[in-house]
């Protein structure tokens, strides 16, 4: 069973400019859930996505959004780039089934590495 | 507001013997609780999970234990092997509600597991 892939793996952008992150979770996962990991703050949760609906947002500012296609496929976006956004963002998948502890455990993927300069 | 604490920044064991990985969390809403591994430029990998009605969950080399009384979890490798070094992760959450798809994650403790 294939992983969860993320693209692309690097990128380095300029202040100001936009990007958008693509995460392809394991087939048969409905739930893609979206995390930035910075030295400073560690693992921190920016939103989760299930069927196409965002079921829960973390503590970031409007300018980090996502969304989720009909393929379980998600993208996210963070526009007007700053300094502070450079860290790994990691996606991971599950099959966001509630009422049952397993089908919370979710899978990562090896991660897009933003750097903003 | 660190609602999971992992407060060894690191741990050096040598190989074949039992690494003791702990963590802390201060939420009582926590119910569902993970360990991961994770090496440089990787995403963290699934090592096990229990739940808050268990208090013990084996799979082959780790075993996790859950102290809910305390607050408390711990992971046991045993035997530690090199291949072992690598940060671990704590991650917790509440199942359902608006935690949806949260995972709260600790700071990590990186073990080096000498030959």
């Known amino acids: 069973k294939a992983g969860v892939t993320q693209t692309p793996r690097y990128l380095i952008k300029t202040r100001g400019q936009q990007v958008t992150l693509s995460c392809s979770p394991i087939s048969g996962h409905r739930s893609v859930s979206w995390y930035q990991q910075t030295p400073g703050q560690g693992l921190q949760f920016l939103f989760e996505y299930f069927s196409e609906t965002q079921r829960n947002k973390g503590n970031f500012p409007g300018r980090f959004s996502g969304r989720q296609f009909s393929n379980s496929r998600s993208e996210m976006n963070v526009s007007t780039l700053e300094l502070g956004d450079s860290a790994l963002y990691l996606c991971?998948?599950?099959?966001?089934?509630?009422?049952?502890?397993?089908?919370?455990?979710?899978?990562f993927g090896p991660g897009t590495r933003l750097t903003v300069t | 507001d660190q609602q999971v604490k992992q407060n060894s920044p690191s741990l050096s064991v040598q190989e074949g013997r039992i690494s003791i990985l702990n963590c802390d969390y201060t939420n009582s809403m926590f119910d569902y609780f993970l360990w991961y591994k994770k090496y440089p430029a990787e995403g963290p990998t699934f090592l096990i999970s229990i739940s808050s009605i268990k208090d013990k969950n084996e799979d082959g080399r780790f075993t996790v234990f859950l102290n809910k009384s305390a607050k408390h979890l711990s992971l046991h490798i045993v035997p530690s092997q090199p291949g072992d070094s690598a940060v671990y992760f704590c991650?917790?959450?509440?199942?359902?509600?608006?935690?949806?798809?949260?995972?709260?994650f600790g700071q990590g403790t990186i073990l080096t597991v000498h030959p």
């Open positions: 991971a998948s599950s099959r966001g089934l509630a009422g049952q502890g397993p089908f919370y455990e979710q899978y």
């Open positions: 991650a917790a959450s509440s199942i359902g509600g608006t935690s949806y798809g949260k995972l709260t």
